[in-house]
């Protein structure tokens, strides 16, 4: 089993509909995750993190977070055609006594004006 | 504050020949990271230093991909030779020694192997 893991889409989406991003992840006892947005052609930027279950809102991103499930999700609200991007799920596993991100294979997102 | 530099943006070698990047990342911050990113995945991690040393190596090629970062500032990673597999975009970053911090990623070299 793969450690992170997102479907690979493509996700399209109305403008102003809400895309649901998915990321599941093998290690139980992971303790932070990230939510990075990749543009075609550019670097990957962080958009979100969260650290505990529940729910993270930043403007029209919302994280959520169930480690009983190993689940992690982005949800974006009222999408734009900006929004059209790579969404990257990523992790930190515990087992190192460093920090370590690995990154999940991403979930190409179209959002259709 | 300046960001996390990269050169060169772009590489076309042919197989065989070695190849060198250069990284250069955010002023004080001690852990750089390279990853290789093949187009359509995610970024792999290749290396982790954490000021002028490895952390981790485990999926670096060490028959033919090699990595150092002199003085905890800068970082080099050389390919020698080069396979067509290759081909990818290899994205340096940088982040602060606080736990958790994000990774801020420099612009990437796309590296084509002919």
């Known amino acids: 089993q793969k450690e992170v893991e997102q479907n690979s889409g493509p996700l399209s989406v109305p403008e102003g509909a809400i895309a649901s991003l998915n990321c599941t992840y093998s290690d139980r006892v992971s303790q932070s995750f990230f939510w990075y947005r990749q543009y075609s052609g550019k670097s990957p930027e962080l958009i979100m993190s969260i650290y505990s279950n529940g729910d993270k809102e930043d403007g029209r991103f919302t994280a959520q977070l169930n480690k009983a499930s190993q689940y992690v999700s982005l949800l974006i609200r009222d999408s734009q055609p900006s929004d059209s991007a790579t969404y990257l799920c990523a992790v930190n596993p515990p087992k190192t006594s460093y920090d370590k991100v690995i990154f999940g294979p991403g979930t190409s997102l179209s959002v259709i004006p | 504050e300046a960001g996390v530099a990269q050169s060169p943006r772009y590489k076309i070698i042919e197989k065989r020949q070695s190849v060198a990047f250069w990284c250069n990342p955010i002023s004080g911050h001690a852990t750089l990271y390279w990853y290789q990113q093949i187009l359509g995945q995610g970024p792999k991690l290749l290396i982790q230093f954490q000021n002028n040393g490895v952390v981790d190596d485990s999926q670096l090629p060490k028959d033919r991909f090699s990595a150092e970062r002199l003085k905890g500032v800068d970082s080099t990673l050389k390919i020698q030779p080069a396979k067509l597999e290759d081909s990818a975009v290899y994205l340096c970053?940088?982040?602060?020694?606080?736990?958790?911090?994000?990774?801020?990623f420099g612009s990437g070299t796309q590296l084509s192997v002919l």
């Open positions: 970053a940088s982040s602060s020694t606080a736990a958790n911090e994000k990774l801020f």
